[in-house]
């Protein structure tokens, strides 16, 4: 009996699980199983490894050939797991030296003609297999540069089967291959949306740049035309770029997506939904493998839901759960995906469904009950969730005829401040799990809040007495309000900066 082994990486949402695979030559009828719980892709893989074995001059034994995938009751997707079958088998035949193939970790979908394709997931796979101790990763070619920014790996790329038999100590003249073409991968360095070119609306942008400087959701509510969108997209340039561990996740989450990746993300992303999208379209969702939905992929950027009420209310209200814990889990029956949720949320909406109610130059024909019902959709305890609520005016002429005089706050400018702001959040959060005001909880909070100077905080106690806000408003009043100190400039919160934020709180 003639055994092999070797290993590949199973990915349950974003969390890697390292697969022994296992080939197996005995006697018996001739066939090929896998066992192991693969999905419908991964057993097709015995037709795709056949045949490019075959046509790279390394047929498959005709012998009884069984591969496990082990633990077996892991649930396996895809068909990144083809090298790892072929080589296993090849190295079970004796046709590729054993050893070499057991030491080393192998991603890659085989095409028919023994080139491996471009395999979606290889960072977080890759990564996985450093952090269980196996830095050596055999990849697709096409795949090479993004393999190469985890660091430690030690990464092997390849074009064929033969030429991976042959990295292995396999004794075979090499034939050369065109290597399949890595798809072309997105300009990360997109010049950010202006915000100079926003006229108008300075309370806007100032609650804007408040959003950005300490993490916050925003719900912005206007008529047709009043900037509400502008707005939203300008909110990336006005973050920092991200870190390495930030970088690192986000450039995860593309390549699970399917994404091509060519470098690690260093901008926040930005994803705005059609209001048609689904509960799994947004969070993330599907009936074989778990795929990212907007929600994940605005992972440490924004997700902007315009005309927000136009969206289904299930739809909405799964962004509960991550809007307070920053992680999406989905669970099915036999495997529960985690993803990262740690994004800004900016939500934007018609005060009605004609859109003209108190815009100023037209009738609303909406019935005050119909109006009601239009933003009722935004459940409560979502809108509970959101930090920020404002009422964005259109823009008028004498104020479209000032902006051509005076001069208007640019996105370097408010960035630049944004940056120094999470930089004094940042310094006073040191020791702690915390980067931004928007990520410490109110027990904390309300500890460091009595040593404010007494009445700092009335505003607030008689806002919760009154049943105006929740605990949970008055806790994400004071994260406003240490954002806007650390704007200022100041060491904490004073009392207008309580008052402040809990105007942009009630601004609607």
Known sequence: MAVAHTRSIALVGLSPSVVDVEADISPGLPGFWVIGLPDAALGESRGRVRAAASNSGLPITSRKLTVSLSPAALPKHGSGFDLAIALSALAAAGDVPAGPVSETVHIGELGLDGRLRPTPGVLPAVIGAVRAGSPRVMVPSANADEARLVPGAEVLAVSSLREAAIRHGAELDPEPVEAWPAPPAEDDDVEAAELADVVGNEEAIEALTVAAAGGHHVFFVGPPGAGKTMLAERLPGLLPDLGTAASLEATSVRSLAGDPVAGLVTRPPFE?????????????????????????????????????????????????????????????????????????????????????????????????????????????????????????????????????????????????????????????????????????????????????????????DRALERGAITMRGYDRSLRVAWSIADLAGRDRPAAEDVSAALFLRKGL
């Not at 989905?330 to 495997?335: D, F, K």
């Not at 018609?350 to 009738?363: H, L």
């Not at 479209?400 to 640019?410: C, F, P």
Request: hydrophobic share 40%; glycine share 8%; with cysteine.
């Open 272 to 460: 705005a939904p059609h209001h048609t999208a689904t509960a799994a379209a947004i969070v993330g969702g599907g009936s074989g493998r778990i795929r990212p939905g907007a929600a994940v992929r605005a992972s440490h950027g924004v997700l902007f839901l315009d005309e927000a009420p136009e969206f289904a209310s299930s739809v909405l209200d799964v962004l509960r759960q991550p809007l307070e814990s920053g992680e999406i889990r989905i669970h099915r029956a036999n495997a529960v995906a985690t993803f990262p949720g740690r994004f800004q949320l900016v939500m934007a909406a018609n005060p009605c469904p004609c859109g003209q109610y108190e815009s100023g130059d037209a009738d609303c024909t909406c019935a005050p009950r119909s109006r009601m019902r239009y933003l009722a959709k935004i459940s409560g305890p979502l809108l509970d969730r959101v930090d920020i609520r404002l009422r964005v005016r259109r823009t008028t002429a004498a104020q479209l005829a000032l902006a051509s005089t005076s001069k208007r706050l640019t996105t370097a400018e408010a960035r630049a401040r944004v940056q120094g702001a999470r930089e004094s959040a940042a310094a006073r959060l040191a020791g702690t799990p915390w980067m931004i005001n928007a990520q410490v909880p109110g027990s904390w909070l309300r500890e460091k809040a009595r040593a404010f100077p007494p009445g700092t905080t009335a505003v607030l």
